[in-house]
C-alpha cells in the first residue's frame, strides 16, 4: 500500500488537516514525521503543510529549511520521490531551494482567508494527471505572504518548461489582474521543478476535499498522487 | 576578540515593498506630503567572538548569505565595530 508521510515542524498548524485527508478520506497509510526525523523510509508521498514554522522569524520557511528533516525530504526529492508543499510548505521549498523563486508579502498588506479559482496550467505531473487541461478548481487560500515573486530570466524558464501548475483566475477560467489576490507575478498559485516530482502551491487542497466542506476540488489533487503512486 | 555586527537587510530596489509602500501612504495621510517614497527592512544586531575584524565580516557576510538574508529579493549591508 502507497503512504504518505507528513511533516510537523514547530508551528504547523495544517498537518492534522492533512493527516485526515491522506489517512481518513483517501484511506492510504500515512504517518507524521517530527522536523527533527530524517527517517523517511517506506513513503512514496511526503507533505510539507501550512501553518507558521518557527513563527515565520526573520522570513516565512527561513528556519525550517535548516530542520533535519529537510536535508532528508532533499534526498527524498533527487531520488525521485514525491513532495508537495502546501501554503508554508511552499514558502519552505522555496527558501530550500527546491523549488526557484521568493515569497513576498501579499500586495495589499493583508493575510487573505477566502476561496479562489485556480486555473490547471500543467496537468502531466503526478500531482493534476485527474485534472483536465484549463480545468478550473475552487480552493482556499489563507496567508499573509503569497506573493510569488521570482526574476524575468527565472519567469521564462518556469513558463518555458511548463512548471507553472496553477494560477489565479476568474470562475470562468481567464487569468486577469483582478483575479489575481496578492500580487504574484503572472498569477502564479503554484509551480513545481523541472523533474515534476515536487509542487509547491499556496492554496489549501487539503481543506477542501470533502463535499461536506463545501468543495471537493482539493480531492483531485490527492487522488492525483494516489493514481501516479499506483502505477 | 569580541565584536558588534550591525546588518542591515533591505528588500532589492527591484522588488515592491508593500510594507513601505503602505507607511508612505501612512505619512500622507498625517500630512507629510513630502515623504515620496519609503521602504522597509530589518536591522539585526549580532554579538560574536572572531580572530579579527576582517574575519568577523567575512563571517557576518556568509551568514547573510545563508540565513539573514535572501538573495533572491534582499540586499544586505554589514557594520563591524569592536565591543568595550
Known sequence: ?231 | MKFKAAVIVSLKPTVLDAQGETVRAGLHRLGYTGVDAARVGKYIELSLEAPDQAQAQAQVERMCADLLANPIIEDYSVQISGQP
Open chain 1, 1 to 231: 500500500m502507497l503512504s504518505f508521510g507528513v511533516v510537523v515542524f514547530p508551528g504547523s498548524n495544517c498537518d492534522q488537516d492533512c493527516f485526515h485527508v491522506t489517512s481518513t478520506v483517501l484511506g492510504a497509510p500515512t504517518r507524521y514525521i517530527w522536523h527533527e526525523s530524517q527517517d523517511l523510509s517506506g513513503l512514496d508521498c511526503v507533505i510539507l503543510p501550512g501553518g507558521f514554522s518557527y513563527g515565520d522569524y526573520l522570513r516565512t520557511g527561513a528556519i525550517a529549511r535548516f530542520s533535519p528533516v529537510m536535508a532528508a525530504v532533499a534526498r527524498f526529492a533527487q531520488a525521485g520521490g514525491l513532495v508537495i508543499g502546501i501554503c508554508n510548505g511552499f514558502q519552505i521549498l522555496l527558501e530550500a531551494g527546491l523549488l526557484p523563486g521568493a515569497m513576498l508579502r501579499n500586495v495589499g498588506q493583508q493575510f487573505i482567508c477566502r476561496y479562489v479559482y485556480l486555473r490547471t496550467e500543467a496537468v502531466d505531473t503526478p500531482f493534476t494527471n485527474r485534472l483536465q487541461p484549463g480545468q478550473v478548481v475552487r480552493i482556499p487560500i489563507a496567508h499573509g505572504e503569497g506573493n510569488y515573486y521570482a526574476d524575468a530570466d527565472t519567469l521564462s524558464q518556469l513558463e518555458a518548461n511548463r512548471q507553472v501548475v496553477f494560477r489565479y483566475c476568474e470562475a470562468d477560467g481567464r487569468v486577469t489582474p483582478a483575479a489575481n489576490p496578492n500580487g504574484s507575478v503572472a498569477n502564479i498559485a503554484g509551480i513545481c521543478n523541472r523533474e515534476r516530482n515536487v509542487l509547491g502551491m499556496m492554496p489549501h487542497p487539503e481543506r477542501c476535499s470533502e463535499p461536506l466542506l463545501g468543495s471537493a476540488d482539493g480531492r483531485l489533487i490527492f487522488d492525483s498522487i494516489l493514481a501516479r503512486m499506483a502505477q
